[in-house]
């Protein structure tokens, strides 16, 4: 494969400012890294406010200094690989994971690299100061023609997964990680708080085929709940929190004993009650974990959570090992992501599709770049 010394990639001059199509130099990969030529890059409907409000909303948590080339979630195929990578080569497809860490801590010597000090979304916004190094070494996003990344970061797709599709695995995996956590299997009743999201079809999805005995989910709007529920209607509950307590939804179907999990997929701006009342909607022994970041102070009775031997997890993201097995459940046609609707921008239109994200179908709506 020919590779050029330039690329095309969308660039942000300013906070909040529109983005900029530029040449900019070929990214060159480390020993231990690989090139990918971007054939696709998810985009979500909170991207407007991380480009324009971050710096402001969460100043502890950086963004890549700009001029900076964004971009979470890209997908597409190898185009070179570093001195050292054996496992992979030229022509893989791929999905990159866009967690990165610093791979020496104590932390991510034992497997836990989304607890390292130094963790940043390469092209997005890190997680502490910490996190400038990681931009430094990875400065390029997906909203590019190429992007470098470790090997270490790379999920092979199958070839009845398109890269569309794979630029979805992100969000998809946020919801799967959280499963994952509370060793959602059969026999188990799990409640998902806005399950007709961008976060909250992914834990439908793999929940689903995970083996989940029954699945309750929650939301506003109820045509897309029904939507949800034709995915498996013996096996999905459905409830508009606009008709009611969420608690005594799950009361009803659980014979008063409550779930087995809760996955809050709410964002910020969320009401903080149907938070609480999914921690009220636990069985003895159930477990929590809250993927969307409702924003403010929630006021929780500990007590209660000790007393009933619960748990309350935060999940931020999902590993690259977690992404590699979701790529291999659709490759044996465990899971269908067919569900997905597609709407693909070349990235000379970035800033037409940032703005215009706003208007979508739930979390059916899958847009991203075509670089």
């Not at 710096?55 to 050292?84: C, K, N, S, Y």
């Not at 023609?145 to 969000?171: C, H, W």
């Not at 799967?176 to 959602?184: E, G, H, P, Q």
């Amino acid at each position: 494969m020919t590779i050029s010394q330039t690329m095309t990639a969308a660039r942000m001059h300013t906070v909040g400012g529109e983005m900029k199509i530029e040449t900019l130099e070929m990214p060159k990969p480390g020993d231990m890294d690989v090139l990918v030529r971007v054939k696709a890059c998810g985009i979500v409907p909170n991207l407007h406010n991380i480009l324009a409000n971050w710096p402001t909303w969460f100043p502890h948590m950086p963004q890549p200094p700009l001029p900076a080339v964004f971009g979470l979630d890209p997908a597409g195929e190898i185009a070179a690989v570093g001195r050292q990578v054996h496992g992979l080569k030229v022509g893989d497809r791929v999905y990159v994971n866009p967690g990165r860490s610093c791979g020496t801590c104590r932390h991510c010597r034992r497997g836990d690299s989304i607890s390292c000090k130094h963790y940043a979304f390469q092209g997005y916004f890190g997680f502490s100061e910490h996190a400038f190094q990681t931009f430094e070494d990875y400065p390029i996003g997906g909203l590019s023609e190429y992007t470098a990344a470790p090997a270490s970061a790379i999920v092979k797709i199958p070839d009845n997964m398109t890269f569309d599709q794979a630029a979805r695995l992100g969000y998809l995996g946020t919801a799967y990680s959280a499963l994952k956590k509370v060793n959602a299997g059969p026999g188990d009743t799990i409640l998902v708080n806005g399950i007709s999201g961008t976060l909250g079809i992914g834990a439908a999805i793999f929940g689903l085929a995970m083996g989940v005995k029954k699945i309750l989910g929650t939301g506003r709007d109820k045509a897309l709940l029904e939507e949800i529920k034709a995915f498996a209607p013996h096996r999905i509950e459905i409830f508009s929190i606009n008709d009611g307590n969420v608690t005594d939804f799950v009361m009803k179907h659980t014979e008063g004993e409550g779930v087995d999990a809760f996955l809050d997929c709410n964002g910020p701006g969320a009401l903080h009650d149907t938070f609480r009342q999914g921690l009220l909607s636990l069985r003895r022994g159930g477990i929590a974990v809250d993927i969307g970041a409702i924003a403010g102070l929630v006021e929780i009775d500990v007590h209660r959570l000790m007393d009933r031997n619960q748990r309350l997890y935060g999940s931020a993201w999902l590993t690259t090992a977690e992404g590699q097995e979701m790529a291999d459940m659709v490759a044996a046609g465990i899971v269908d992501l067919s569900i997905l609707e597609t709407q693909s921008f070349p990235l000379s239109d970035v800033n037409i599709a940032i703005s215009g994200i706003a208007r979508r179908h739930g979390g059916f709506s899958n847009f991203v770049i075509c670089p």
